[in-house]
């Protein structure tokens, strides 16, 4: 017992500043870590930045119009250049064709909402076998809508993780 004891001993600092020494190394390689595993997304011709959720990656970007940005796990954000439909509360299933071509599946939920970044409309899609989430953010001159679609398995869960990254979308206009 003496000898871990005394191997237990040898392997812990012996001084103060070897204690420093673990703490500051301890601390650089968090920071490493945090900087080098961040997903964050920029983009300055998108005027945006944002957190996608965790493990979702960026896939590509296309110049457009309009300009998109593509991630992994059916994420994708597109900004458009061009002043943003009307909103009518009572046109609401209507005006996610207009703002997202080619959705695909029944509405099955339309509704106002805000996030951090603005006032939004969001809907919910439904087709076989999958869902699409989709979010429409009226800006002065512009709009983005991010949307995500996925099995219905995967949905519920993506949908979630979604939600809460929206709060780390910061808008330049």
């Not at 997304?41 to 970007?61: A, I, N, T, W």
């Amino acid at each position: 017992m003496g000898q871990l004891e005394g191997a237990r001993a040898d392997l812990s600092p012996t001084s103060g500043a070897d204690m420093q020494i673990q703490t500051v190394a301890r601390a650089t390689l968090l920071a490493v870590c945090l900087v080098g595993c961040s997903s964050e997304f920029e983009s300055d011709q998108m005027k945006l930045r944002y957190h996608p959720p965790h493990g979702v990656k960026l896939v590509g970007e296309e110049a457009g119009p309009p300009r998109i940005a593509r991630f992994s796990s059916g994420l994708e954000i597109r900004s458009f250049d061009a002043k943003p439909p009307a909103i009518e509360e009572d046109k609401l299933e209507a005006l996610v064709q207009v703002v997202s071509p080619g959705a695909a599946g029944a509405v099955i939920s339309a509704r106002l909402g805000s996030i951090d970044a603005g006032k939004v409309v969001r809907w919910t899609l439904k087709e076989e076998g999958k869902r699409t989430l989709v979010y429409f953010l009226p800006r002065p001159n512009r709009y983005l809508v991010i949307s995500m679609t996925a099995s219905e398995s995967h949905y519920a869960d993506l949908e979630n993780q979604l939600e809460l990254s929206l709060s780390s979308l910061k808008v330049h206009d």
